[in-house]
């Protein structure tokens, strides 16, 4: 077994925790990790820059443990098919093997899947937006901070958005599924935001973040008397159809720049998932919510004056 600390190591992320046992190395790009449960396949996206580690640590993450609860017990042999599954590559930064920084796996479940809107979902949006996260996954990779591949069934929901700092060395890079504020994202925080030692971003809504505790997916050290806290006391208590109004509320405080109409934007777009249930994946009520929410998207771009077509020339 190597040492606590790695400067280079692959973490799966699972739905459940899995005891790890071993892996097989199947292709270049493809390998094989051996749980005492079953076998997880995962894909690398640059294989030639991966050290494998003895031992790959899971992560436990509640809610996608709690979408495909409906999924448990299912027999599976390509994990990939029926599940969510991150694998990410590392460079030069230390953390513990089985202690990841705050809530890393969160965001990476995040960031970046091509495959993160629903498919069979015949809307112009969608394919859009399918776009964008090409181009913010390829942005990021070359940034040489993270190489991640994600895999996620057809019928999941979007991730939600998420923005984080991982850590105060690399404070200034802030994660998100838009290309457009990994690098600007920090001037909003400076101005709008008390940070201490991190952010972060994720499922606005009652039932996916304690705000009393700050747990669970919820925010981190975020001053109670900035506009953002109180964005988020909004939302808490207001999460059934006050999307627009609570947007509407947020603008009043001070005029956006351009990529922070996007941002929250973005945000608008990721909380299509919040009311789902676990029997929802199995029928049409599933596409008729996406219908749905899709329109609250028209409707913020009628506010805030912009247009999702020119989205990627703010980049």
Not at 78 to 90: E, G, I, M
Not at 102 to 122: F, M, P, R, T
Not at 126 to 139: C, G, Q, R, V
Request: proline share 3%; charged share 20%.
């Amino acid at each position: 077994m190597r040492s606590q600390y790695v400067d280079y190591f692959i973490y799966a992320l699972l739905p459940y925790d899995l005891k790890v046992v071993g892996v097989v190395k199947l292709s270049d790009t493809t390998y094989k990790i051996k749980c005492k449960e079953m076998d997880v396949v995962v894909k690398m996206i640059d294989a030639s820059r991966v050290e494998l580690i003895e031992k790959i640590s899971t992560l436990r993450l509640p809610y996608f443990e709690q979408v495909i609860l409906n999924q448990r017990g299912k027999a599976v042999t390509n994990y990939c098919s029926d599940y969510f599954y991150v694998v990410l590559y590392r460079k030069s930064m230390s953390y513990p093997l089985e202690n990841p920084h705050v809530y890393l796996g969160n965001i990476l479940a995040a960031l970046h899947s091509q495959s993160a809107i629903v498919a069979n979902v015949e809307n112009g949006y969608f394919e859009k937006w399918k776009i964008y996260f090409t181009n913010a996954y390829e942005s990021f990779i070359q940034q040489d901070h993270y190489l991640i591949s994600t895999c996620i069934h057809e019928e999941f929901p979007p991730p939600a958005l998420f923005c984080y700092s991982l850590s105060e060395e690399i404070g200034k890079y802030y994660l998100t599924h838009f290309p457009f504020i990994i690098k600007q994202f920090q001037e909003l925080t400076e101005n709008r935001v008390s940070l201490r030692k991190c952010i972060n971003w994720g499922h606005f809504g009652k039932g996916h973040f304690d705000l009393s505790s700050q747990t669970l997916l919820g925010l981190h050290h975020v001053e109670e008397t900035s506009p953002v806290f109180d964005l988020v006391n909004w939302f808490y208590e207001n999460n059934e159809d006050g999307l627009i109004s609570c947007f509407k509320k947020y603008f009043s405080y001070f005029p956006l720049e351009p990529y922070e109409a996007y941002f929250f934007l973005g945000l608008c777009f990721s909380n299509i998932h919040m009311k789902f249930d676990q029997n929802e994946f199995q029928n049409v009520s599933l596409l008729i919510y996406y219908q749905k929410k899709i329109k609250q998207i028209v409707a913020l771009e009628e506010i805030l004056g912009i247009d999702i077509s020119s989205l990627q020339s703010v980049y």
